[in-house]
């Protein structure tokens, strides 16, 4: 009797793990890396980085769906170089920046709060939030439905300033040269 309990015991019990390990596994989302020469893609899936090619102009927007992601690449890598030869600053080599693409700005916004970070000078609190930089993960959170040369250049200003040996990391004068480049990028000088 007591033996049938213990065994009837282990089946629930076996059963009731598997069932919470796989909703467990279900509600983890797999992320992915888009790897360019400077920096690292977080994303979930692959039409993400075609949203965001398209949402930059590194292709077109009537391409097939499965654009030459090479042209995403070239465009990363290209506006860290452009940033940096304007600015004069060049982080070092081994140290990269990572982009995790969100779906929107209250995803953004969410994964602001979760990291305690300081609040964006970007934007009100409580409001959604296109993007932000958090040095700490020398990680960009970008709000895919919000994504643009602009922001996505405002943001890696943040990140090679800080990263740069010999430059002038404070906050009003980071944030001078972070709107700059914003704008020289969305006027697409
Ligand atoms: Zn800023």
Redesign the pocket.
């Known amino acids: 009797m007591r033996s049938r309990l213990a065994i009837l015991l282990t089946v629930v019990v076996t059963v009731w793990a598997g069932s919470v390990l796989g909703l467990g596994v279900k509600s983890v989302t797999a992320r992915q890396v888009f790897h360019t020469q400077r920096a690292d893609i977080v994303y979930e899936h692959r039409g993400e980085l075609e949203e965001l090619a398209r949402r930059l102009g590194a292709v077109g927007p009537g391409s097939p769906p499965q654009a030459d992601l090479g042209r995403l690449t070239d465009q990363i890598d290209g506006m860290l170089a452009e940033i940096s030869r304007v600015l004069q600053r060049q982080p070092p080599a081994q140290v990269r920046l990572t982009i995790q693409l969100l779906r929107d700005g209250v995803q953004v916004q969410r994964q602001q709060l979760a990291l305690r970070a300081a609040p964006s000078?970007?934007a009100a609190p409580g409001r959604p939030l296109e993007s932000y930089y958090e040095p700490r993960l020398r990680t960009i959170f970008l709000s895919l439905a919000d994504a643009r040369l602009g922001i996505l250049a405002?943001e890696m200003t943040?990140f090679i300033l800080l990263e740069s040996p010999g430059a002038r990391t404070g906050e009003a004068y980071?944030?001078t040269l972070?709107r700059y480049m914003e704008d020289r990028f969305n006027s697409g000088k």
């Open positions: 000078t970007h405002h943040h980071q944030e972070a």
